[in-house]
């Protein structure tokens, strides 16, 4: 997908480039597939193909908000918008997901409890415990990637149906 003002292909790193280190955003590579199972395993509480991989009591606390309700954003978090991990967007941040707090606050729909997580170069995941629901959205588009992440999320709630 090409994006901005020149119509380009965004900048993506080389994934086959040796590296001596790589940052937590710029060096995990998955499949789709891959990540819907990493999800899964959240969604059964720490298991996955019936093997404990992570305690559910550690999933409690990757995904309960540890920031403290006077922390102070960074000037330049309002770029995130909606994905803010503020008490202004009803969200905050578990040891290792933005997760949301409240109902009504944040202008993208979803429930209290439910997390995600936006990759440096488009790709994002939400899980909805409430809703039963988990998505893998797997976009190379770093300059477009959220007005899709909105429009997913608002397409995938619309979509849900009865009990």
Do not use: C
């Amino acid at each position: 997908m090409k994006e901005g003002p020149k119509n380009e292909i965004p900048q993506v790193p080389d994934v086959t480039e040796k590296f001596a280190w790589r940052s937590g955003g710029g060096g995990m590579v998955s499949t789709a597939a891959d990540y819907a199972r990493f999800l899964q395993m959240f969604a059964n509480g720490g298991q996955l193909d019936g093997v404990r991989l992570i305690s559910r009591k550690t999933i409690d606390l990757m995904t309960a908000d540890a920031l403290p309700p006077d922390i102070k954003m960074g000037d330049d978090t309002w770029r995130l918008a909606a994905l803010e991990p503020s008490a202004r967007m009803g969200q905050g941040f578990g040891l290792g997901f933005a997760v949301r707090n409240e109902q009504g606050r944040n202008p993208l729909p979803g429930s209290p409890g439910d997390y995600y997580w936006v990759g440096a170069y488009g790709t994002y995941f939400w899980h909805d415990p409430r809703e039963r629901l988990y998505v893998v959205f797997m976009m190379q588009a770093p300059a477009e990637s959220r007005h899709y992440i909105y429009l997913m999320r608002d397409l995938v709630y619309q979509a849900l149906i009865g009990n």
